[in-house]
């Protein structure tokens, strides 16, 4: 079953509706996306027909070439997603740097980094790591059940 559309995306006519089309598309929320990074999963691009394989390698080409001059770092990528603070336990807590204690009235208080109390813990929602649900580069040719499901 092809779970991609295999008909052309519609293009409007006339000129450009913006001088920065991918800043106007991204300004949206999209899957893999941060203000500031785009993250593509290769088992998803390896997985694109032919033809878009085709010409997303070309653009990356000429992307890599036209920024090869940069010193670019090397990205570790961690699959996260958001959590309230109240719902983690003491290892998720470690990683996003808030410790909780109990006060004096048996209550519990939740702390920052610095020390520092966070007075609603309840609607506070912090960025933590988690299983990533993208099925992986070998997956794809051994038949995973439903893994391109939209």
């Known amino acids: ?48 027909p032919l033809p878009w394989q085709n010409q997303m390698t070309q653009l990356l080409a000429e992307f890599h070439q036209a920024f090869a001059h940069l010193s670019w770092p090397v990205y570790r990528v961690v699959p996260s997603r958001y959590e309230r603070l109240v719902d983690l336990d003491e290892e998720q807590l470690a990683e996003v740097g808030c410790i909780v204690e109990i006060d004096t009235d048996g209550e519990l208080v939740y702390r920052d980094r610095a020390g520092r109390r966070i007075e609603d813990p309840e609607h506070t929602e ?21 893994q391109f499901s939209r």
């Open 1 to 48: 079953m092809n779970m991609f559309n295999q008909s052309p995306i519609p293009r409007p006519g006339g000129p450009p509706t913006s001088s920065r089309p991918i800043a106007d598309y991204l300004a949206g929320e999209h899957p893999g996306t941060t203000p500031d990074y785009v993250v593509l999963p290769k088992s998803l691009a390896d997985g694109m």
């Open 126 to 146: 912090v960025l933590v790591s988690c299983l990533d649900p993208i099925p992986k580069q070998g997956n794809q040719a051994a038949g995973v059940p439903g």
